[in-house]
């Protein structure tokens, strides 16, 4: 919205810096830091008193997950919120980029609230039935994958890009529909198992986020792209902005969720957040990428799958406990120890992520 300002310029003044993207991402993460500390403690306010009990605790959880009781859910209702306004403020909003993922993220957050409502509204732990989430998510993610192939260039069009083998694109056809709903509803999912303890995905998310909006902006300028060795997306660098909101989003929210959170993300954060992720990583032609910068969701996930199929198979369990994390709770690992060394590891495959952009 403020670009229009570069209307006012004559090329030398203050109104020249919103042509920058550097400059209104930097906008948009003070925007969204400021606003989820100002609405922050309302908000949870608001949340406390229309909840009553908060959200339910799974019964079969660690022991120390019962001390949780009485928390609000739905804070990432807070990171929404900033999150898009931000991105509103400071982005062009003719860019057809930012829309599909600003709709993606919002789409799959009302998914989420309405989860969280009815756990809440029920006090059990089983809100809106998994098939029927699913089903929206592939129907968003297809959609969104439709109009982010039918607006990549064409010698890019439902193509899948791998990373390190310079100029080597896999001609999916129609296939890159479904495979890029699996991208986007995975690490949407992918997310929403992650958020089991105080901080541990907000982090993580914040984190791929950041490195996902550097690779926007890198394959977002030609000359990057040319020196880099990787495909052109013109108009992905706007992304940036709405990355850089997240993290600034993100920054804000995590000052409530920190151990002992004030509250939790619920499915309206993991779910829009995990979308997010994926979309941006469609829209990109970085999907690959985002399964190593995203390395430690993509991990949470398989342990899930990994619990569950060996337990149909044999009657016995891989992990004391799936997602991995209350495996490490179950081994008798602090939670902040827990948090911080998965914050950790996260960083890690976000530089491995970044760095395939050289490595050619």
């Known amino acids: 919205m403020l670009y229009w300002l570069t209307q006012l310029s004559d090329g030398g003044d203050f109104f020249n810096l919103f042509r920058y993207i550097t400059f209104r991402a930097g906008g948009a993460f003070f925007?969204?830091?400021?606003?989820?500390?100002?609405?922050?403690?309302?908000?949870?306010?608001?949340?406390?008193?229309?909840?009553?009990?908060?959200?339910?605790?799974?019964?079969?959880?660690?022991?120390?997950?019962?001390?949780?009781?009485?928390?609000?859910?739905?804070?990432?209702?807070?990171?929404?919120?900033?999150?898009?306004?931000?991105?509103?403020?400071?982005?062009?909003?003719?860019?057809?980029?930012?829309?599909?993922?600003?709709?993606?993220?919002?789409?799959?957050?009302?998914?989420?609230?309405?989860?969280?409502?009815?756990?809440?509204?029920?006090?059990?732990?089983?809100?809106?039935?998994?098939?029927?989430?699913?089903?929206?998510?592939?129907?968003?993610?297809?959609?969104?994958?439709?109009?982010?192939?039918?607006?990549?260039?064409?010698?890019?069009?439902?193509?899948?890009?791998?990373?390190?083998?310079?100029?080597?694109?896999?001609?999916?056809?129609?296939?890159?529909?479904?495979?890029?709903?699996?991208?986007?509803?995975?690490?949407?999912?992918?997310?929403?198992?992650?958020?089991?303890?105080?901080?541990?995905a907000i982090m993580p998310v914040m984190i791929a986020a950041l490195a996902l909006g550097v690779i926007a902006y890198a394959v977002g300028r030609v000359d990057f792209t040319n020196y880099l060795d990787v495909h052109y997306v013109p108009g992905t660098g706007e992304l940036l902005i709405f990355c850089s909101a997240l993290f600034g989003g993100g920054l804000g929210f995590l000052w409530y969720n920190a151990p002992p959170a004030a509250v939790f993300m619920g499915d309206t954060g993991a779910l829009s957040l995990g979308g997010a992720l994926g979309s941006i990583a469609v829209v990109t032609k970085h999907e690959i990428v985002l399964a190593i910068v995203g390395g430690l969701f993509v991990v949470e996930a398989l342990s899930v799958i990994v619990q569950v199929a060996y337990f149909k198979v044999t009657g016995q369990r891989v992990f004391l406990m799936a997602p991995i994390h209350h495996h490490f709770e179950k081994k008798g690992w602090a939670e902040p120890q827990i948090v911080i060394r998965f914050w950790i590891i996260s960083l890690i495959l976000a530089m491995i992520g970044l760095a395939t952009l050289k490595v050619r």
């Open 31 to 200: 925007t969204s830091l400021i606003f989820g500390f100002l609405f922050g403690r309302p908000l949870i306010n608001v949340l406390r008193k229309k909840q009553g009990k908060g959200q339910p605790i799974r019964d079969d959880g660690p022991s120390s997950h019962f001390e949780k009781a009485g928390t609000p859910t739905m804070g990432g209702l807070l990171i929404l919120i900033s999150l898009l306004f931000s991105t509103c403020l400071w982005a062009r909003l003719d860019n057809i980029f930012i829309w599909i993922v600003i709709l993606v993220t919002l789409s799959f957050g009302m998914i989420g609230f309405a989860d969280d409502y009815s756990k809440v509204s029920k006090q059990n732990t089983n809100g809106i039935p998994g098939k029927i989430r699913l089903l929206l998510g592939f129907i968003i993610s297809a959609i969104a994958a439709y109009f982010a192939a039918t607006n990549h260039p064409e010698a890019l069009q439902y193509k899948l890009a791998l990373p390190v083998f310079k100029d080597t694109l896999l001609h999916l056809g129609i296939l890159f529909i479904p495979f890029s709903m699996i991208v986007v509803v995975g690490a949407a999912n992918a997310v929403n198992l992650t958020d089991g303890l105080d901080g541990l």
